[in-house]
Every structure is written in structure tokens, then in C-alpha cells.
């Protein structure tokens, strides 16, 4: 069996189109239908649903999918590992980091690259269910995400930094030299990430062990938006101290400390826990195992 036609079976499920499938995977769109129709006859199974256009997988297709996700990728690791066995590291690594996670993309990009001149590195912004999810469908080579709050199964893990919260307000909002308690933060007109964002989760988990709950006037799924908000200077927001960096330097914006609310959350690096370990995961594990705390 060719693994290329379980790619074109991956990629129409993935995109849920033919012409995007097609698309993805550099064919045209007759030859995507060519070799899924090739794909079902060497099966003896139907594996796509069609009416007119794509319209889900079969039984036989759904039963098949992880199998062929299991395929194409060890064939990919295959090819890896014997280019590697005397040769650099190449080929594309492909990372999904939480938002909150994505000024440590930076160092760690940086770290893989002088490692590894040969790669190529594609970051995406995703939850962390999306991580855990794609890292287990071969989508993904890694992924920055937090460790502790809802710990992602069967996975390798490698800390790389603890978050803790701090406070951002447009300059004057505020009095600059009196750290806000929880209780003044709670009573604030806020922007605050969705609830469908792990990091709010785990903000309202520890601030309802204290009794209190945050009810933000905007929510988002944008670091960028909660501080383009902030800067109108009517609302404030509570972020990660790891965007401090991303602040230094804005005269329109001020960062206060905030009072511990828990031992803060570990983030760093998972991989999918699968034996052997392809050389892309291997690569982005050893590399979060070695560099010193990148915040």
C-alpha cells in the first residue's frame, strides 16, 4: 500500500474538501479522487461518503483513520531516521504553543536552530486540547503547553519555565505605587481570555479557592486583543509574566506584580509518549531538557 494515497485519505478528512486536499497535498484534484478511489479498492472498503462533494468518512473510513495516521507518520520517522543516521537534522518541525506560552517560542526557535541549522519550523497558536489532540494524530511534533492544570495524557514532558500573573493598565489608570490585591483585581473592569482558554481556567480555579470570581466586561482569544484594549485605558488585564518582555519600552502601558495566588503553573514542552520516538520530537525534547529557565 502507498503511503501517498493514505496522505490524500488524511488530507481530505483534515480539510473536509477536495480542492483543499487537493491543495495540501500539491495534486490536482483528479489525482486526489484517483488515488482515494485506489485507496478503497485495494480496502475492498468504502471509505468516503459523497454527494456531490465530500460529505464525511465511512464506518470502515472512521475505523481506518488512526491507522493511517500511525502509517504515514512512521513512514515520515523512517525517512527521518535514515537521513539523519549520518547526516543533520532537516525536514519541518512543527510546534503548537498556547497563546500564553508564545514569547517562549522565541528562545526555544532559537535554541532548536542553532542545533539544527537544516530545519524548517512551523508555530501555531492553538488550546491546549488542540495540542494534545494533533499531537496525538501525528499533526503535530510538539507542543508548548502547560503541565500541571488538566495534565496531558500519554505524553513526554519537559519543564521549561513557571507563569505567574501580573496586572496590565494603561498608564495612570491605576496607583503606581500600590500593589493591587486579588480582592481590588476582582473589582476592576477587565478583558480576560475566554473560558475556553486553559489559562483563564486555571485563573478562575485559583482565585475560587479564594472565594472570589472574575467577571470580565470583553473576553478574547488574543493576547494581542486584551492589549489593545488596555490601551484605550478603559479596561484592565491580567497576563502572564512572561509577556512582561513584550511591554518593556511601551510608555502607554503599566505591569503591577501581583500577590501569589498558588505556586504558579509549569509550561513547557510535550511529545507524544510512542516508541521510538520520531527524531523531530526527539530533537525539540532534548533541546527543552538542556536550556536553562527561558524566561
Not at 488538566?150 to 495612570?172: C, F
Amino acid at each position: 500500500m502507498q503511503t501517498r494515497l493514505l496522505q490524500y485519505f488524511l488530507a481530505l478528512e483534515r480539510e473536509g474538501h477536495f480542492a483543499r486536499a487537493a491543495t495540501a497535498c500539491n495534486v490536482s484534484q483528479p489525482t486526489l479522487s484517483a488515488g482515494i478511489s485506489a485507496l478503497e479498492a485495494q480496502l475492498g472498503k468504502r471509505l468516503i461518503l459523497r454527494n456531490r462533494r465530500y460529505a464525511g468518512l465511512t464506518e470502515e473510513g472512521r475505523a481506518i483513520l488512526p491507522w493511517a495516521q500511525q502509517l504515514v507518520a512512521a513512514a515520515d520517522n523512517l525517512m527521518q531516521a535514515a537521513a539523519v543516521a549520518k547526516g543533520p537534522l532537516q525536514g519541518e518541525l512543527r510546534l503548537g504553543a498556547i497563546p500564553a506560552a508564545m514569547p517562549a517560542v522565541g528562545p526555544l526557535v532559537e535554541a532548536l536552530l542553532e542545533r539544527h541549522p537544516g530545519l524548517n519550523i512551523s508555530v501555531r497558536a492553538l488550546t491546549s486540547r488542540q495540542i494534545e489532540r494533533e499531537l496525538t494524530a501525528f499533526e503535530l511534533d510538539a507542543g508548548l503547553t502547560y503541565l500541571d492544570f488538566e495534565p496531558p495524557s500519554h505524553m513526554l514532558a519537559a519543564p521549561l519555565y513557571v507563569e505567574r500573573y501580573m496586572l496590565a493598565a494603561a498608564k495612570g489608570v491605576l496607583d503606581e505605587g500600590r500593589t493591587p490585591s486579588w480582592e481590588d483585581v476582582a473589582a476592576l473592569p477587565l478583558c480576560l481570555l475566554h473560558q475556553g482558554m486553559q489559562n483563564r481556567r486555571i485563573l478562575d480555579a485559583r482565585l475560587g479557592e479564594r472565594g472570589l470570581a472574575l467577571r470580565p466586561v470583553v473576553t478574547a482569544d488574543s493576547y494581542v486583543a486584551l492589549f489593545a484594549l488596555v490601551r484605550q485605558g478603559r479596561l484592565c488585564s491580567i497576563v502572564p509574566d512572561s509577556h512582561a518582555m513584550l511591554l518593556d519600552g511601551l510608555d502607554w502601558v503599566r505591569t503591577f506584580a501581583l500577590p501569589e495566588a498558588d505556586e504558579g503553573s509549569r509550561i513547557g514542552v510535550i511529545v507524544s509518549d510512542r516508541a521510538p520516538l520520531g527524531p523531530l520530537a526527539q530533537a525539540v525534547l532534548n533541546i527543552a531538557r538542556e536550556i536553562p529557565n527561558i524566561t
